[in-house]
């Protein structure tokens, strides 16, 4: 599991998913997490991008260790700031990190701009883009429930509520974090 990870590339425009495996030489030179998501950002970080273009990638990515055992679940949220105008970078706990990889992905890049709130389901190495327009104005445990009503099963859900809090459902509970930069950014996706 440490060694076999993938990236899923989600651009929102027209929901096109393309999940690509993480060579073991590439995970050699960048490790994981934080430094993956940097190189991921500099392939499409100029200076002259507005930190709100839909072009802007907001990029999640999991540590090596993520996922095992005894090593938690931290991961890194990554985008160009809109506050300083480089980089921006979180770093989260809570399980979401850790369910992610049992989905089979260690990293998410996410670019373009839905032209209706959506979320993300993640199951079995795969990853649906789903209407989320019934959750617009639902606080995080009203979200949840929601969906959960569904009975739709799922390894991680991705949402975000209208006030940049991001919210990471999955399992039996919810998580949720204040992102600062990268949630701004996720705002406007």
Request: hydrophobic letters at 35%; proline letters at 5%.
């Amino acid at each position: 599991m440490v060694l076999n990870r993938k990236i899923a590339y989600i651009h929102l425009n027209d929901g096109l998913i393309k999940i690509t495996p993480i060579s073991l030489d590439f995970l050699g030179k960048f490790l994981g997490g934080r430094g993956i998501n940097m190189y991921l950002l500099s392939k499409s970080y100029s200076p002259g991008l507005d930190p709100f273009s839909p072009k802007n990638p907001l990029i999640f990515g999991t540590g090596l260790l993520t996922g095992t055992l005894g090593f938690g679940s931290r991961m890194n949220i990554t985008a160009k700031s809109p506050e300083s105008g480089h980089l921006g970078d979180s770093n989260m706990g809570g399980d979401f990190g850790a369910e992610l990889v049992k989905a089979g992905l260690s990293h998410l890049v996410i670019t373009g701009k839905s032209q209706k709130p959506v979320y993300l389901l993640i199951k079995n190495g795969e990853v649906e883009v789903r209407d989320a327009r019934k959750l617009t104005g639902l606080d995080t445990v009203e979200t949840w429930n929601t969906i959960r009503s569904e009975r739709c099963p799922f390894d991680a859900l991705s949402v975000l509520d209208e006030n940049a809090y991001h919210c990471d459902l999955y399992g039996r509970n919810p998580q949720c974090v204040k992102v600062c930069t990268p949630g701004a950014i996720q705002v406007i996706k």
